[in-house]
C-alpha cells in the first residue's frame, strides 16, 4: 500500500528546503561541507588527505549539493560513515575536534570579526557525543535497532552542536534552528491516539535556546516528560539492516498522520527512515511521499518545513492568530484551536476553527462568530475556471440572498479568503507570492520527474480558506425529533432557495453538512460546505458521470454511476437517506454504525 504513495530517489530534493536567498544557500552549504570534514576526519583517524579539504569546500551551489549527499546534516544524508572502512576508534578525537574548531575561528566572516572558539566543556561534550554516534558507524546487519536510538539521537545533537560553534557568518547564512531529537527515544506520544511507541521524535529548538554542553548533556525536555506530537517537527523511524529501510516507511506513513492531526499549522509534513546507515528524509505531500537522500532542515524558511506562516501559535495564552487576506487586506482572526482537524495522511487536509476578530485579553476568553476553513481540494491552475470553488460559491450566494430575512442563519455569509498565497523565488524574478500548491512547494525539476513518471499520479490540489459568518452545532446536539424535523426543514429550504436564485447545486447534502443554531422556538438549521457544489451557470462546469457526495446519503443513480448528471432530485433522495438514518440509528450517538 506504502508503495502506491511513495516515489523514491527523487532528485533535486534538496532544492525543496534550501534558503531563496542565494548566499545563504551557498554558505548553508559551506557550513556542512565544514562538518562533513570534521565527521570523516574522526572516522578516519585524520589521515584525510589535504586535497579533499579543497574540494569539499567549494561554495557555489552545485558544491553545496554535492557535499550534501555526503553529509549529516540536520536530516541529510548520513550514509558518509558506511563509505569506508572504519578503523579504529580514534583516542586523538578530542585533539581533532579542537583543531577543527580553531581553523573555522581562523575563518573569513562577512561581519569582519573572528569566531569565539567554545570553552573545553564544548569540546568534550562533543567528543561524547562522538564517542555515542560511533556505535551508529560500527553497527551492522544483525545490531538491535534498539541499540540504534541514541547513538542516532547523538549524531543529531553533534551535528546541532557543530552548527552552533560555526554559525559565524552573516546573519541571513546563519542557521534559523536545531533539529535535536527528545531526550528519550522508544516512547509514547502524550496526545496520540493509541499506545504506538515512535523510535525517536525531532524538535526545532530555536538556535540560540541552547550551548553546545546543554544540547548533549542536558536535553531540552524533562526526563519524565512525554514527546508531543503537536511539537514535533518529524518523526524517525529505526531498523538495523539497510534493506529494512522499506519496512521503515508503513510505520512513518502511520505516525506522520498524528502530526496532520495535532498541528493546526501544518501545510506538509517530514520525517525520516534509517536502515542500518542508509537514511532517507521523506517529503509528505497532499496526495504521496517523496524520498530523497539530502536535505536542509537548519536552514530553510519555515514555510518550507510544512508551517503556515498565516497561523501563529499564542503558547503562552493558548490561542491561535490567523491572518487571512480579502479586498481590504489581511484580516486577524483569533481562535482557540480547530475544531475539526486532519485525520488523513493524504487527503484534503481539512481543518476548521471557530474564531473571532476580536483580540482575547490576559483571560484569552474568546467569543466565536466566525468559522474558517481551511483545506487542500483538487482545482484547477487558473482560478478564473475553477468551477469547484467553494469561496466563489459563497461569494455568490451572499450577495444574492444578503438582503433575504427569511434566510438568515440558514446559510453562511462570505466574509473574506481564496486561494493562500506563499513567498517562493521564481527564477530571475526574485521572491513572489505565488499560490500555494502541491507544485509550488516542489522545484520545477521535481515536478518534471513526477510528470515524466507515467504511473505515478500527480494531480493539483490547491491550498484555500475561507471564513464565513455563521457557527453552528452539530445534529447530535439536537434534543427531540421535532427540533430534527425543524432543522431539516430549514436546511433544504435554503438549499431551494439557493438553487433558485443562484443556480447553484449543493451535490453532498449529508448530516455533516447540516448544522444548527440556537433551541427550542428559536432553532435554525444551516446548510453548509459547497465544496462539491457547481453553479449551473457555469457551462463549463462537470456534471456528468461524477459520483459525488457522501457515501450513506447518495442517490441511487448517483451511487451507481448512471450517466444522468446530477440534478436537484439526487440532493432531496439524499435528504431522504439522511431522515431514515437519524430515525434508525439515533441521531444523537456519537459513534455512527
Known amino acids: 500500500m506504502v508503495d502506491m504513495y511513495i516515489k523514491r530517489d527523487i532528485r533535486g530534493l534538496l532544492d525543496l528546503a534550501i534558503l531563496d536567498d542565494e548566499g545563504a544557500k551557498n554558505a548553508a552549504g559551506t557550513l556542512a561541507t565544514r562538518i562533513s570534514?570534521?565527521?570523516?576526519?574522526?572516522?578516519?583517524?585524520?589521515?584525510?588527505?589535504?586535497?579533499?579539504?579543497?574540494?569539499g569546500s567549494s561554495n557555489s551551489s552545485r558544491g553545496s549539493r554535492g557535499a550534501a549527499t555526503r553529509r549529516g546534516g540536520s536530516g541529510s544524508r548520513s550514509t558518509m560513515a558506511g563509505k569506508q572502512s572504519v578503523s579504529k576508534p580514534n583516542s586523538d578525537s578530542a585533539n581533532i575536534i579542537s583543531d577543527w574548531i580553531t581553523e573555522q575561528q581562523n575563518a573569513p566572516s562577512p561581519k569582519g570579526k573572528p569566531v569565539k572558539a567554545p570553552s573545553?566543556?564544548?569540546?568534550?561534550?562533543?567528543?561524547?557525543s562522538f564517542d555515542e554516534f560511533r556505535q551508529w558507524v560500527n553497527s551492522n546487519n544483525s545490531t538491535n535497532e534498539s541499540k540504534?536510538?541514541?547513538?542516532?539521537?547523538?549524531?543529531?545533537?553533534f551535528v546541532a552542536s557543530c552548527l552552533k560553534a560555526v554559525h559565524t557568518l552573516s546573519q541571513s547564512a546563519c542557521p534559523r534552528r536545531l533539529v535535536v531529537p527528545f531526550c528519550?527515544?522508544?516512547?509514547?506520544?502524550?496526545?496520540?491516539?493509541d499506545d504506538s511507541r515512535v523510535d525517536l521524535y525531532l524538535n526545532l529548538p530555536q538556535f540560540d535556546d541552547y550551548t553546545i554542553g546543554t544540547l548533549i548533556t542536558n536535553?531540552?525536555?524533562?526526563?519524565?516528560?512525554?514527546?508531543?506530537?503537536?511539537?514535533?517537527?518529524?518523526?524517525?523511524?529505526?531498523?538495523?539492516?539497510?534493506q529494512g529501510i522499506g519496512k521503515a516507511m508503513p510505520q512513518l506513513f502511520q505516525y506522520t498522520r498524528g502530526i496532520y492531526n495535532e498541528q493546526y499549522d501544518r501545510r506538509f509534513a517530514w520525517g525520516m527512515a534509517v536502515g542500518g546507515k542508509k537514511v532517507q528524509a521523506v517529503f509528505f505531500g497532499p496526495d504521496y511521499a517523496l524520498a530523497s537522500d539530502t536535505m536542509y532542515w537548519s536552514f530553510c524558511e519555515?514555510?518550507?518545513?510544512?508551517?503556515?506562516?498565516?497561523?501563529?501559535?499564542?503558547?503562552?495564552?493558548?490561542?491561535?492568530?490567523?491572518?487571512?487576506?480579502?479586498?481590504?487586506?489581511?484580516?486577524?482572526?483569533?481562535?482557540?484551536?480547530?475544531?475539526?482537524?486532519?485525520?488523513?495522511?493524504?487527503?484534503?487536509?481539512?481543518?476548521?476553527?471557530?474564531?473571532?476578530?476580536?483580540?482575547?485579553?490576559?483571560?484569552?476568553?474568546?467569543?466565536?462568530?466566525?468559522?474558517?476553513?481551511?483545506?487542500?481540494?483538487?482545482?484547477?491552475e487558473d482560478a478564473n475556471?475553477?468551477?469547484r470553488d467553494e469561496g466563489r460559491h459563497l461569494q455568490k450566494i451572499t450577495k444574492t440572498i444578503e438582503a433575504e430575512p427569511s434566510l438568515d442563519r440558514k446559510c453562511p455569509r462570505y466574509q473574506s479568503g481564496g486561494r493562500?498565497?506563499?513567498?517562493?523565488?521564481?527564477?530571475?524574478?526574485?521572491?513572489?507570492?505565488?499560490?500555494?500548491?502541491?507544485?509550488s512547494i516542489l522545484s520545477d525539476g521535481i515536478c518534471q520527474q513526477l510528470d515524466d513518471d507515467q504511473d505515478f499520479v500527480n494531480g493539483l490540489r490547491i491550498h484555500k480558506v475561507i471564513c464565513m459568518k455563521g457557527v453552528g452545532k452539530p445534529l447530535k446536539e439536537l434534543e427531540n425529533v421535532f427540533e430534527v424535523i425543524c432543522v431539516m426543514a430549514d436546511a433544504m429550504e435554503c438549499h431551494w432557495e439557493i438553487y433558485q436564485r443562484c443556480k447553484i447545486l449543493h451535490r453532498d447534502i449529508s448530516t455533516n453538512n447540516i448544522l444548527f443554531s440556537g433551541s427550542g422556538s428559536k432553532i435554525k438549521g444551516m446548510l453548509i460546505d459547497f465544496d462539491h457544489a457547481i453553479c449551473e451557470d457555469d457551462k463549463d462546469a462537470v456534471r456528468h458521470f461524477e459520483r459525488t457526495g457522501t457515501l450513506p446519503f447518495m442517490s441511487i443513480n448517483n451511487l451507481e454511476g448512471g450517466k444522468l448528471e446530477h440534478s436537484l432530485l439526487d440532493d432531496w433522495e439524499s435528504l431522504i437517506y439522511i431522515l431514515c438514518w437519524v430515525g434508525t440509528y439515533d441521531w444523537k450517538k456519537k459513534d455512527e454504525p
Open 385 to 387: 475556471v475553477d468551477y
Open 148 to 157: 540504534l536510538y541514541e547513538p542516532i539521537s547523538q549524531f543529531f545533537c
Open 184 to 193: 528519550k527515544p522508544d516512547r509514547k506520544s502524550a496526545d496520540g491516539d
Open 219 to 242: 536535553p531540552p525536555e524533562q526526563e519524565n516528560e512525554a514527546p508531543m506530537l503537536a511539537n514535533t517537527f518529524a518523526i524517525v523511524e529505526v531498523k538495523s539492516a539497510i
Open 120 to 128: 573545553r566543556n564544548s569540546v568534550a561534550a562533543l567528543n561524547k
Open 420 to 439: 493562500v498565497m506563499i513567498n517562493r523565488r521564481i527564477g530571475n524574478e526574485g521572491i513572489k507570492a505565488v499560490d500555494d500548491t502541491s507544485r
Open 37 to 55: 570534514i570534521l565527521v570523516e576526519k574522526l572516522l578516519s583517524g585524520g589521515n584525510r588527505q589535504s586535497s579533499y579539504r579543497s574540494r
Open 302 to 380: 519555515s514555510h518550507r518545513l510544512g508551517y503556515d506562516p498565516a497561523i501563529l501559535h499564542n503558547k503562552r495564552l493558548r490561542y491561535y492568530e490567523i491572518n487571512v487576506g480579502s479586498e481590504d487586506g489581511p484580516i486577524t482572526y483569533y481562535s482557540k484551536g480547530a475544531v475539526i482537524s486532519a485525520e488523513r495522511l493524504f487527503s484534503r487536509h481539512t481543518r476548521c476553527f471557530i474564531a473571532s476578530t476580536e483580540k482575547p485579553g490576559h483571560d484569552a476568553t474568546i467569543e466565536p462568530d466566525i468559522f474558517i476553513k481551511y483545506a487542500w481540494p483538487e482545482a484547477t
